[in-house]
C-alpha cells in the first residue's frame, strides 16, 4: 500500500451488500469488475450473510463499481447497498479476495 498525497483524486468507499451473496461468485465476479474498471480495495464475506467491500480510486470509476454492486453477478440477488466514506492516507495497489 501507498500513501495518498495531499491533494489526491480518490475515493475511498466501504460498501456492505445484502441479499443472496454469498455462495453465487459474488466475490470472484466483484474482483473481476473492479479490475475492468481499475478500482481498487479488496472484497470480503461477513459472517452474518453480507458481502463488504472497500473500494478506492477516481469518483467516476468507484461511483460505476459502487453501481454495479447493486446488481452483482446473475446469480445473486441484491437487496440492499449501504455505503460511507472512509477517510484514510492508504492506497491500494490492486483489488483483491480477501
Known amino acids: 500500500m ?10 475511498t468507499l466501504v460498501a456492505r451488500v445484502t441479499g443472496r451473496v454469498q455462495g453465487v461468485g459474488f466475490r ?25 467491500a472497500l473500494l478506492q480510486g477516481p469518483h467516476d470509476l468507484v461511483d460505476r463499481m459502487l453501481s454495479w454492486l447493486h446488481h452483482g453477478p446473475q446469480a445473486a440477488r441484491v437487496d440492499a447497498v449501504e455505503h460511507q466514506e472512509e477517510h484514510t492516507e492508504r492506497r491500494f495497489d490492486r483489488f483483491e479476495q480477501l
Not at 501507498?2 to 475515493?11: C, E, I, M, R
Open 2 to 11: 501507498k500513501k495518498l498525497g495531499p491533494h489526491h483524486q480518490f475515493d
Open 28 to 52: 470472484a465476479a466483484t474482483v473481476r469488475q473492479a479490475h475492468l474498471l481499475g478500482v481498487r480495495g479488496w472484497v470480503r464475506n461477513l459472517e452474518d450473510g453480507s458481502v463488504e
